[in-house]
């Protein structure tokens, strides 16, 4: 795989509200916690809204047992980053269906939050032309991207409007973390170690995955992460978006 070149742009600067919509717990933590943190430090407000709770991701637990305690792990990550409310919409782990229910659920948030900025993962087929990527993450990234028109057009889930959640016009970028062509960066300097701390508070889930100390685990990948980007972004570490402007 070639690597990508070309200095990145900073992002977008002019917002208060943003709303992350992501598949699973850890998605945002494996993603992008760390811009996240510096975001909360500038006094910005981030909802995150997870399609799932992540209950069919650890072999080893049943599902049942799974879904309250990722939610558990997956708060308690986020307040590491500033983050205070998490939102859930209960769609099936492993079987996120990519319709209209999922962009009418997601709609309905961005209604109800009405942020400027929306985030998501990699919607793509791959990561990087390598590794196949999870249905759940491409459902719910498309969706989310089409999600940011529907929520300002009244005329789309007028249900919704019956429901008192007025249309709102107001998401200016959709921003997608994990992609291959990124456009944009955060500088990861301030909010790095916390984006450590944050991904190690789902210690169930990443105990299960790999045999290596979970601390040392999850620093030694969102570090080289930040890495890999600050050759684009001034030689600062970084952590890079694909920005799509509305």
Excluded: K
Excluded at 57 to 83: C, K, M, N, W, Y
Excluded at 135 to 163: C, K, M, Q, Y
């Amino acid at each position: 795989m070639t690597e990508p070149t070309g200095q990145l742009d900073p992002m977008p600067a002019d917002w208060q509200r943003a709303l992350a919509v992501v598949a699973h717990p850890d998605d945002l933590e494996y993603g992008c916690s760390a811009a996240v943190a510096a975001w909360t430090d500038e006094g910005r407000e981030v909802t995150y809204l997870l399609a799932s709770r992540g209950e069919a991701g650890i072999d080893t637990i049943d599902p049942v047992d799974a879904a309250p305690l990722r939610e558990r792990e997956q708060r308690a990550s986020a307040a590491v980053v500033g983050v205070s409310e998490v939102v859930f919409l209960d769609h099936e782990d492993g079987v996120i269906e990519e319709g209209m229910a999922l962009r009418r659920d997601i709609a309905a948030a961005i209604r109800r939050y009405r942020p400027e900025l929306v985030i998501t993962l990699n919607h793509r087929d791959t990561w990087g032309g390598v590794a196949w990527n999870t249905p759940d993450h491409r459902a719910v990234g498309r969706a989310t991207l089409d999600a940011a028109g529907d929520a300002g057009n009244r005329w789309i889930f007028p249900e919704l409007t019956e429901r008192g959640l007025d249309p709102w016009d107001g998401v200016r970028w959709v921003a997608v973390a994990g992609s291959d062509t990124p456009t944009h960066a955060v500088d990861a300097t301030a909010g790095l170690e916390r984006s450590v701390q944050s991904l190690l508070e789902h210690r169930t889930y990443i105990e299960v995955l790999t045999d290596e100390d979970p601390e040392t685990y999850c620093r030694t990948f969102l570090t080289a992460n930040a890495e890999r980007t600050a050759a684009r972004f001034g030689g600062r570490p970084a952590v890079p978006f694909e920005v799509f402007g509305r």
